[in-house]
């Protein structure tokens, strides 16, 4: 007996009895297919959604390349500058104190002590 | 972009029309219950929509079988578990003298009653035998039968969807045919 052969036979009187299902189970074939291709066409649009909002900020960057390169490098200049401008005040600063503490009448070593300190404090509050 | 998602939902309605009646065939002859197998059919549908749609389209074909035999399966379960609470309360209910007569296992000779000449007159002769006789093979048998030669389903493939090896598939079948030509003979149709 040629299993495959008989196999194929029968089933292609079972096939015949497809087309007549009756109408009350094709329709609710159908709408089970349908229910169903809604449901993959919500998840493929949410799945679309979510990729297009991670891929914004990247698209953006490729389109404005140069623009974002010149935005950087102003960024590191201004911030250059502002460094620069810091440290060269803070020298000037200093050179001020230095000379103040060199024209004064007083020697340098009279800041450094403590009972000096102490003497002006209190006659200070004598006054 | 969005052509292409209305093709792949287009592709996703012909794959399901193509294959949605054998599908319910196939769930009928398994839970002989006609809004069980419609039932099974949509869930399947379903699953496969929500968790594969976006997958490569001739994996559907294997998919979808495996996501409806397992579908069947959970049915059975519950169908099970249903029984056996069922015959325990009428157990307590009607008393232990009547636990024979709610033998689960005669509701399930009972579709031998389609036997009956009539109905097999006024549904289509030959396919109504043919539908019987694939409803009484065993279920393993069935399943291997209708996977391999009606969803034309290779060895490999088959045993994949039922979870079991290639030789086992290939026992199932050999049976199922050999089964079917008996039952088919004994009615005087489809000779070897």
Same mark, same amino acid.
Request: proline share 2%.
């Given at each position: 007996?040629?299993?495959?052969?008989?196999a194929r036979k029968v089933l292609t009187a079972l096939d015949d009895s497809l087309?007549?299902?009756?109408?009350?189970?094709?329709?609710?074939?159908?709408?089970?297919?349908?229910?169903?291709?809604?449901?993959?066409?919500?998840?493929?649009?949410?799945?679309?959604?979510?990729?297009?909002?991670?891929?914004?900020?990247?698209?953006?960057?490729?389109?404005?390349?140069?623009?974002?390169?010149?935005?950087?490098?102003?960024?590191?200049?201004?911030?250059?500058?502002?460094?620069?401008?810091?440290?060269?005040?803070?020298?000037?600063?200093?050179?001020?104190?230095?000379?103040?503490?060199?024209?004064?009448?007083?020697?340098?070593?009279?800041?450094?002590?403590?009972?000096?300190?102490?003497?002006?404090?209190?006659?200070?509050?004598?006054? | 972009?969005?052509?292409?998602?209305?093709?792949?939902?287009?592709?996703?309605? %012909?794959? #399901?029309?193509?294959?949605? !009646?054998?599908? /319910? *065939?196939?769930?009928?002859?398994?839970?002989?219950?006609?809004? =069980?197998?419609?039932?099974?059919?949509?869930?399947?549908?379903?699953?496969?929509?929500?968790?594969?749609?976006?997958?490569?389209?001739?994996?559907?074909?294997?998919?979808?079988? %495996?996501? #409806?035999?397992?579908?069947? !399966?959970?049915? /059975? *379960?519950?169908?099970?578990?249903?029984?056996?609470?069922?015959? =325990?309360?009428?157990?307590?209910?009607?008393?232990?003298?009547?636990?024979?007569?709610?033998?689960?296992?005669?509701?399930?000779?009972?579709?031998?009653?389609?036997?009956?000449?009539?109905?097999?007159?006024?549904?289509g002769k030959n396919i109504a035998m043919i539908e019987?006789a694939i409803?009484?093979?065993?279920?393993?048998?069935?399943?291997?039968?209708?996977?391999?030669?009606?969803?034309?389903?290779?060895?490999?493939?088959?045993?994949?969807?039922?979870?079991?090896?290639?030789?086992?598939?290939?026992?199932?079948?050999?049976?199922?045919?050999?089964?079917?030509?008996?039952?088919l003979?004994?009615?005087?149709i489809i000779?070897?």
């Open positions: 007996m040629n299993e495959d052969a008989y087309a007549d299902l009756r109408p009350d189970v094709l329709r609710r074939l159908r709408n089970a297919r349908e229910q169903a291709c809604e449901l993959a066409s919500q998840h493929a649009s949410e799945s679309r959604f979510r990729g297009m909002h991670s891929a914004t900020l990247v698209d953006w960057i490729r389109q404005h390349r140069v623009g974002v390169i010149g935005i950087l490098l102003a960024t590191l200049v201004v911030l250059g500058g502002v460094m620069w401008q810091s440290s060269g005040n803070n020298e000037e600063d200093m050179a001020d104190i230095d000379a103040g503490l060199l024209t004064g009448d007083l020697p340098v070593n009279a800041y450094l002590d403590n009972h000096l300190s102490k003497w002006a404090d209190s006659s200070d509050s004598a006054n | 972009m969005g052509g292409g998602r209305v093709s792949a939902t287009g592709s996703l309605d %012909r794959f #399901l029309a193509e294959v949605e !009646r054998r599908a /319910y *065939r196939q769930a009928a002859f398994a839970v002989r219950d006609e809004q =069980a197998a419609l039932d099974i059919v949509q869930d399947a549908m379903m699953k496969l929509a929500e968790k594969y749609a976006d997958a490569p389209q001739q994996e559907w074909p294997l998919l979808f079988q %495996r996501i #409806l035999q397992n579908a069947i !399966r959970d049915y /059975y *379960r519950r169908q099970k578990v249903r029984n056996f609470w069922t015959t =325990a309360l009428s157990f307590f209910a009607s008393g232990h003298e009547d636990q024979e007569e709610d033998d689960p296992l005669e509701h399930v000779q009972s579709t031998d009653e389609r036997d009956d000449p009539v109905h097999i007159i006024s549904a019987q409803e009484k093979l065993p279920a393993r048998q069935r399943e291997a039968f209708l996977l391999r030669y009606w969803e034309e389903l290779d060895i490999t493939e088959t045993a994949a969807v039922m979870g079991c090896s290639e030789g086992s598939v290939k026992t199932h079948c050999s049976r199922a045919v050999h089964t079917l030509a008996d039952l003979r004994n009615k005087g000779d070897e």
